[in-house]
């Protein structure tokens, strides 16, 4: 009886040949640049759900300050620095260094890609709460919560308010809405179907 070492048992098994490697390494190459782009489409608009997200609890933050602080808390949008700003009660006057600033941008958004509005082709009618467009007056608009949490205009009639976003690069897949209901300051978020065209909860 023979006994067959480790060797030379290994030295019998066949390995890949060279056209056989590269047949493979043709196929991955292939299935790498055809799911590429829905891998980075993908990721644009996971990041882009984060900042639907960022924007609700920036405007939830402001309002529970208000209730607690029991002052007046404003919320300011500057469309062109792409950034919310928080101030009142303990945030301090405007452009105080007290004040709460987040960018909307970075983490892999770029500014220019924001765009504040609503894509052309998109349905211009009132969200479900029946909240609509809220226009920039000086390239920015303010939200001001008051101490019940409410919204209320200068007359002191419940004021409602809604910001609609959508990225430059896929506007009509990554729209969406942060609606604010003035009688009670409830905050909601709204994304743009378009299989329906309009936005959903």
Same mark, same amino acid.
């Not at 782009?37 to 993908?42: E, S």
């Given at each position: 009886m023979t006994y067959r070492t480790n060797n030379e048992k290994y030295n019998k098994q066949k390995g890949f040949s060279l056209?056989?490697?590269?047949?493979?390494?043709?196929?991955?190459?292939?299935?790498?640049?055809?799911?590429?782009?829905?891998?980075?489409?993908? #990721?644009?608009?996971?990041?882009?759900?984060?900042?639907q997200r960022q924007v609700a609890a920036t405007l939830s933050?402001? #309002?529970?300050?208000?209730m607690s602080q029991r002052k007046a808390i404003t919320v300011r949008y500057k469309n062109t620095a792409r950034e919310i700003v928080i101030y009142g009660g303990s945030f301090g006057a405007l452009n105080n260094s007290k004040n709460k600033v987040e960018e909307l941008y970075g983490s892999g958004i770029a500014k220019g890609d924001i765009v504040y509005g609503?894509?052309?082709?998109?349905s211009t009618a009132a969200l479900g709460d029946g909240t609509n467009f809220t226009a920039l007056s000086g390239g920015m608009t303010e939200i001001v919560f008051q101490p019940d949490g409410t919204v209320i205009d200068a007359s002191g009639n419940p004021q409602n308010k809604t910001l609609y976003f959508y990225n430059k690069t896929n506007a009509k897949?990554?729209?969406?809405?942060?609606?604010?209901?003035?009688?009670?300051? #409830?905050?909601k978020?709204? #994304?743009?179907?378009?299989?329906?065209?309009?936005?959903?909860?």
């Open positions: 056209p056989e490697l590269l047949v493979v390494l043709l196929i991955i190459a292939i299935i790498s640049v055809i799911a590429l782009p829905q891998i980075n489409a993908a #990721r644009r608009a996971f990041r882009f759900s984060g900042l933050e402001a #309002r529970q300050q208000a609503r894509p052309s082709g998109v897949d990554m729209a969406f809405a942060v609606s604010v209901l003035g009688a009670g300051g #409830r905050i978020i709204w #994304r743009y179907s378009k299989g329906v065209n309009k936005y959903v909860e």
